[in-house]
């Protein structure tokens, strides 16, 4: 097999699976092996080897006894923990972005993504608006851990950032509030916002603890949807890892 094919093979693998974990398909405890999974996605059992080998070192699965892989189930308590240690991890990678210096040029894309959101949010708050945010707000974070200069930060957030709800663009609201949805963006855009000035100014502590404190807002919202009565094993996606 071509190297490079087989590593195409192995990202769609890994695609495929993660999406499939996190979306419910495939709930916590469900025993996988390599030769149904390679049926399933018509490759050879090599890269879907790789790719479980892959999503076990980023926590999504487990070894099994007996051999093979099952998805990992979590505690949600290990879910609001997994939305910290995003914090902490996004946290120290925008002090040291401050600290040494982001470039003009990435401040500028950062900014412009800022405005694309500040004029969605102009035209009010439709389905339109939202995929917006979420867009921008995805390459944000993604740019946020580029501009640590940190190849260890970038890979443990990218690992944390693969666990039920710790992704920033994993959003969980209380059911048909639209004003509480509302709201909970438009404090994001505005710690965004925060977040540029403190990197671009330089100023390390600010930028870390703004940081820290926006993940909160995805915490919040976990625990909201939960206490307005979303349970483990509710059809909310991530929740079907949940064991309580």
Same mark, same amino acid.
């Given at each position: 097999?071509?190297?490079? /094919?087989?590593?195409?093979?192995?990202?769609?693998?890994?695609?495929?699976?993660? +999406?499939?974990?996190?979306?419910?398909?495939?709930?916590?405890?469900?025993?996988?092996?390599?030769?149904?999974?390679?049926?399933?996605?018509?490759?050879?059992?090599?890269?879907?080897?790789?790719?479980?080998?892959?999503?076990?070192?980023?926590?999504?699965?487990?070894?099994?006894?007996?051999?093979?892989?099952?998805?990992?189930?979590?505690?949600? +308590?290990?879910?609001?923990?997994?939305?910290?240690?995003?914090?902490?991890?996004?946290?120290?990678?925008?002090?040291?972005?401050?600290?040494?210096?982001?470039?003009?040029?990435?401040?500028?894309?950062?900014?412009?993504?800022?405005?694309?959101?500040?004029?969605?949010?102009?035209?009010?708050?439709?389905?339109?608006?939202?995929?917006?945010?979420?867009?921008?707000? /995805?390459?944000?974070?993604?740019?946020?851990?580029?501009?640590?200069?940190?190849?260890?930060?970038?890979?443990?957030?990218?690992?944390? +950032?693969?666990?039920?709800?710790?992704?920033?663009?994993?959003?969980?609201?209380?059911?048909?509030?639209?004003?509480?949805?509302?709201?909970?963006?438009?404090?994001?855009?505005?710690? /965004?916002?925060?977040?540029?000035?403190?990197?671009?100014?330089?100023?390390?502590?600010?930028?870390?603890?703004?940081? +820290?404190?926006?993940?909160?807002?995805?915490?919040?919202?976990?625990?909201?949807?939960?206490?307005?009565?979303?349970?483990?094993?509710?059809?909310?996606?991530?929740?079907?890892?949940?064991?309580?």
């Amino acid at each position: 097999m071509d190297p490079a /094919h087989g590593s195409t093979q192995t990202q769609r693998a890994a695609y495929a699976l993660r +999406r499939r974990i996190v979306s419910g398909e495939l709930p916590g405890g469900t025993r996988l092996t390599e030769v149904a999974l390679a049926d399933d996605l018509a490759i050879s059992r090599t890269p879907v080897r790789e790719a479980m080998s892959r999503l076990a070192e980023e926590g999504l699965l487990v070894r099994a006894r007996g051999g093979g892989f099952e998805v990992r189930s979590f505690t949600l +308590r290990d879910a609001l923990d997994a939305v910290e240690l995003r914090g902490v991890l996004e946290g120290t990678a925008a002090r040291r972005a401050a600290e040494r210096g982001a470039p003009e040029d990435e401040l500028a894309r950062l900014r412009d993504g800022l405005a694309r959101i500040d004029a969605a949010f102009a035209d009010g708050m439709t389905a339109q608006t939202f995929g917006i945010y979420s867009e921008q707000n /995805h390459a944000f974070h993604e740019a946020l851990g580029r501009l640590a200069g940190s190849d260890v930060i970038a890979r443990e957030l990218a690992r944390v +950032r693969s666990l039920p709800f710790a992704s920033p663009s994993a959003f969980v609201f209380r059911t048909g509030d639209r004003a509480t949805e509302a709201r909970s963006l438009i404090v994001g855009q505005a710690q /965004h916002w925060a977040l540029v000035s403190a990197i671009a100014g330089r100023e390390g502590t600010r930028a870390e603890a703004i940081a +820290r404190e926006h993940a909160q807002i995805a915490r919040g919202n976990l625990e909201a949807a939960l206490d307005a009565g979303w349970q483990p094993g509710a059809p909310l996606p991530g929740m079907a890892m949940i064991v309580g």
